[in-house]
Structures are given as structure tokens and as C-alpha cells.
């Protein structure tokens, strides 16, 4: 397992030579001053670590434990111009902070790596609305919303991008910026495109999607299928056949085919129709009977992933469900602070920096003996950051307090033992005989 002293050049590199020249270089720092660029980023970066709903004044008291007193005024007038270098910074974590340490799990390791895309919704201040316009109507005027892409092998921040609220999913490209061959790419049916699953084809990568039940299907030799005519010919709880997709690209892929239980059916049914009566609509008795069953669409053959394997596989995207959740529950990435533009803007990459460098500080621990529980890990590292601002500036103790860190998460940052349901690792090493 990697010693976290090895990561204190990096982490203190950062926070300090690269703050200075990109601070410098974006002209965020015009005259000289004891509120370096360095001392700013890290006075909101650890601010909001240690208080995630921290105000202006518990900040002057992070920049004070820095050894540069501010005002509340001082502090809001660099805020006020601080947007492009918070900006920039970030960019530089998501390059800097990335392991190449992945799982240990035979089944998935024959993929070059597995990218998980979703996104989530922060409201914002109306003075927000005309660069992130919400949805409007139940939503906030004001919004954004956060595309992540997640490299579930090595625990990797790959991409994080802004978007309007209502931008739908269906428009998000950054994965496909720079696909890796080799590499599985699962997403739900808000990223379900056509071309760009062909796109991933093209580039010797796999995706794994639920399939819109709205797309033409077709055989293999191209005679038209009617959905839910061809489920119900299949009495079999769980199927797969090869099919075309599309009335243009018509793209070839597996079918793989799940019946639910009655109570899972029973469940989407009642939320179906609760989505329905918010938009004064009525679900249509075919949407209805379609939940009867789960429905994927993949590239990857049959040699590399079972059908079992392919639902298995696809329980992964779950986590970035609970990265969502965490950065909301544990980071308040969805309250803040302030009114206006640049206030709001600062604190969401601040927090967004501290989140990436976390999970730097963490994926090297994720599974070892006993599995690490990010939530207790994430306290550990809010509780200790005094610790961490105090050694900041001396490399060898910044190295010591990243050990310390390593030793409380291993003594006191593991999931506490299950008895009745398995962690999705679990699952995953649990089944690795289907990938003999």
C-alpha cells in the first residue's frame, strides 16, 4: 500500500510554487503582499475543509492560523477578482492529484480502466441565472450543474465540468475528449446517445448503458423487434440476444435482459407515476410494463463479460451516486454562502479543490483487508487540518502529518463489518469466480 508521506511534495508543491505562478500569470496578484496567491488559495481551500459552511470571518481566522491576519473586507476584495485563478487551480488538481493504482480485481482489471459519468444539480443565487439558468418551474432559476466523470479502478477524479442546470445529460462530451482504448465506459440513460456509443466503438473502448426503451430495435439481420411484444415471448427471468440499434446508425450490440422482483416493478411504478403528476402527465401502460425488467445495451463480447457479469459490472456506476451524496452531506457543496457572482463562484472551486485533493489523500486506501468508509475518512481529514496548515511550509513535517493521517485511516477509517448486505467491492470479489 503506498505511503502517504510520498504524496507531501506534490500536495505542498501545489499549494505553494504553483499558487505563486499561476497567481502571477493570470494577474491575480499585482503588488506584493503578505495574501500571497498561495496563502489565498490555501485559506479558502483549508477554510472550507475544516468548516464547510465557513463565513468570511471563520476564513480570516484560517488565513490568522496561516500567519497572515486579513480583514473580512480585505478577504472579499481579493474574492471579488478570484474566480479565474480558483479556476485555474482547479484544472491543476484535477491534472496533478491522480494515482495510477488500481483495484485489484481480475474481472475489471482486464479493462484499461472503467469511467463513471453522471452529474448533479447545485442550486444557486438568483443573481446565477443568466450564466447557469436553472429549470425554472419546481427547480431554481439559478443552477448548475456538475458532470463527473469518475476511474472507478484507481479512484481518479478523470473530469469535472460546469454546465446551465438545464442542460440536459444527453449534450455532456467530455468523456469522449480523450477516450482510452481498452476502457469501459458505463453510464445511465441520461447519457444515452447513439453516436456517441459508436464514437466509443470507433476508438476500441466499450460502453455499458440502460437501454431507452424509445430506440428502434432490430435483429441482428435487421428485421424490426417491438419491445415490450419481445419481452413478453420470453418467459426466462434473465436473457440476452444480439441486436441493432437505431433507425440510422442501427448499431450493433448485446441485449442483456433482467426481470425484476414484483416489489422492485411495484416501486419504479409508484416513482413513475409520481414524476408523472408533477408534470401533469399520465404514464402510458406500455412505460408501465416495461419496468417489469432492466434492460442494458454493451459492446464488450460475451468472452470478456457474462451476462451475470455485465449486471454486476454495471452496479459500479453506483458509486458515483455516493460521491454526489458525500460532497453534499459531508463538503456542502450544494450550500453556499454569499449572494453574488464571485463569492458563490470562489467557494464552489474551493470547495472543489479540497474535495479533489481528499480523494488523493484517500484512493490509495480504499480496499484493503477491511474496506475504508469515505465519510469516516473525510472527518479524519477535516479534523486534522489544523495540522495539516501547520506543517504546510516544512516538508518533512508535511510528511509526517501525511503518515499520521495514513495511520488513523487504517485504525479508525474502516466500514464497520456487515451482516446482511455486501459493499459493492464485496459483491464484485465475491463473484470473481464468473471471471475465471
Known amino acids: 500500500m503506498l505511503d502517504l508521506g510520498t504524496l507531501a511534495p506534490q500536495i505542498q508543491t501545489f499549494f505553494t510554487q504553483t499558487a505563486q505562478k499561476v497567481a502571477r500569470s493570470i494577474g491575480f496578484v499585482e503588488r506584493v503582499s503578505k495574501m500571497t496567491g498561495a496563502m489565498f488559495l490555501q485559506t479558502l481551500t483549508f477554510g ?9 470571518s471563520e476564513l480570516i481566522e484560517t488565513s490568522r492560523d496561516l500567519g497572515v491576519p486579513i480583514t473580512k473586507q480585505g478577504l472579499q ?9 480558483l479556476q485555474e487551480m482547479f484544472q491543476q488538481a484535477l491534472t496533478l492529484f491522480r494515482h495510477e493504482l488500481p483495484l485489484d480485481l481480475k474481472g475489471l482489471n482486464q479493462f484499461s480502466a472503467i469511467f463513471l459519468t453522471d452529474s448533479s444539480t447545485v442550486a444557486l443565487p438568483p443573481a446565477l441565472k ?37 442542460t440536459p445529460d444527453q449534450s455532456y462530451r ?15 440513460r441520461g447519457y444515452f446517445v447513439l453516436s456517441r456509443f459508436r464514437t466509443l466503438a470507433e476508438h476500441l473502448a466499450y460502453f455499458l448503458s440502460r437501454f431507452d426503451a424509445k ?32 433507425t440510422q446508425e442501427r448499431l450493433p450490440c448485446r441485449m442483456i435482459v433482467v426481470r425484476v422482483p414484483q416489489e422492485v416493478a411495484d416501486e419504479r411504478r409508484r416513482k413513475a407515476y409520481e414524476t408523472a403528476r408533477r408534470k401533469g402527465r399520465t404514464p402510458s401502460a406500455r412505460h408501465l ?10 459492446n464488450v463480447p460475451a468472452t470478456m463479460l457474462t451476462l451475470r457479469q455485465v449486471v454486476t459490472v454495471y452496479s459500479v456506476r453506483w458509486q ?22 464571485e463569492r458563490v463562484l470562489s467557494e464552489l472551486y474551493a470547495k472543489l479543490i479540497g474535495i479533489v485533493v481528499m480523494q488523493f489523500l484517500l484512493a490509495p486506501y480504499r480496499v484493503g483487508e477491511r474496506e475504508l468508509s469515505v465519510v469516516k475518512v473525510v472527518h479524519i481529514i477535516q479534523h486534522h487540518v489544523p495540522q495539516l496548515i501547520e506543517h504546510l511550509g516544512h516538508l518533512e513535517q508535511l510528511t509526517g502529518a501525511l503518515q499520521d493521517l495514513a ?15 455486501l459493499t459493492t467491492y464485496q459483491e464484485i470479489r465475491a463473484s470473481e469466480a464468473l471471471f475465471a
Open 48 to 56: 472550507f475543509l475544516d468548516e464547510p459552511e465557513a463565513s468570511l
Open 77 to 85: 476584495t481579493r474574492i471579488e477578482k478570484a474566480v479565474p485563478f
Open 130 to 166: 443568466d450564466e447557469f439558468p436553472g429549470c425554472g418551474s419546481d427547480g431554481s432559476d439559478a443552477a448548475d450543474k456538475i458532470q463527473l466523470t469518475f476511474e472507478f479502478l484507481c479512484g481518479v477524479m478523470s473530469g469535472i465540468s460546469w454546465q446551465a442546470g438545464r
Open 174 to 188: 467530455g468523456e469522449l475528449e480523450a477516450i482510452r482504448p481498452g476502457a469501459l465506459y458505463v453510464s445511465d
Open 215 to 246: 430506440t428502434a430495435l432490430f435483429t441482428i439481420t435487421g428485421v424490426p423487434l417491438e419491445l415490450l411484444t419481445w419481452l413478453r415471448t420470453h418467459a426466462e427471468p434473465q436473457f440476452e440476444q444480439d441486436v441493432l440499434i437505431g
Open 289 to 298: 410494463e416495461l419496468m417489469n425488467w432492466s434492460l442494458f445495451i454493451t
Open 320 to 341: 458515483i451516486k455516493l460521491i454526489f451524496k458525500l460532497w453534499k452531506s459531508e463538503c456542502a457543496l450544494d450550500r453556499v454562502a454569499g449572494l453574488r457572482r
Open 407 to 421: 495511520e488513523r485511516f487504517l485504525q479508525n477509517g474502516m466500514k464497520d463489518k456487515r451482516q446482511k448486505r
